[in-house]
């Protein structure tokens, strides 16, 4: 069974930084492609940020020159580096892995940007 760990959630103030982390339970290098989603209270999942094998990425238009994704092969490990942050990036962030045809999931971690 594979395990997607969040960590690096927190409050901040607008304008502020956050790096978010998921840490998977094997080697990224079996993973086919990772992505950062979130939910906002009321609203439905959506897609940040991914990052395929080969090392490809992609951004939601409302992220884009604001948040990097990133992954570190040694530590098989994902991050999410939020520059700028504005309050309408508050919601639950969950990393996503997809390993052939199954879909994982972390526990979702909360970023609370203040104005």
């Known amino acids: 069974q594979v395990q997607l760990v969040e960590s690096g959630g927190g409050l901040v103030q607008a304008g502020g930084s956050l790096r978010l982390s998921c840490a998977a339970s094997?080697?990224?290098?079996?993973?086919?492609?990772m992505a950062w989603y979130r939910q906002a209270p009321g609203k439905q999942r959506e897609l940040v940020a991914g990052?395929?094998?080969?090392?490809?990425?992609n951004y939601v238009d409302s992220v884009k020159g604001r948040f990097t994704i990133s992954r570190d092969n040694a530590k098989n490990t994902v991050y999410l580096q939020m520059n700028s942050l504005k309050p309408e990036d508050t919601a639950v962030y969950y990393c996503n892995a997809i390993i052939g045809w199954a879909d994982y999931w972390g526990q979702g971690t909360q970023v609370t940007v203040s104005s």
């Open positions: 094997v080697s990224v290098f079996s993973i086919n492609a």
């Open positions: 990052i395929t094998s080969g090392g490809s990425t």
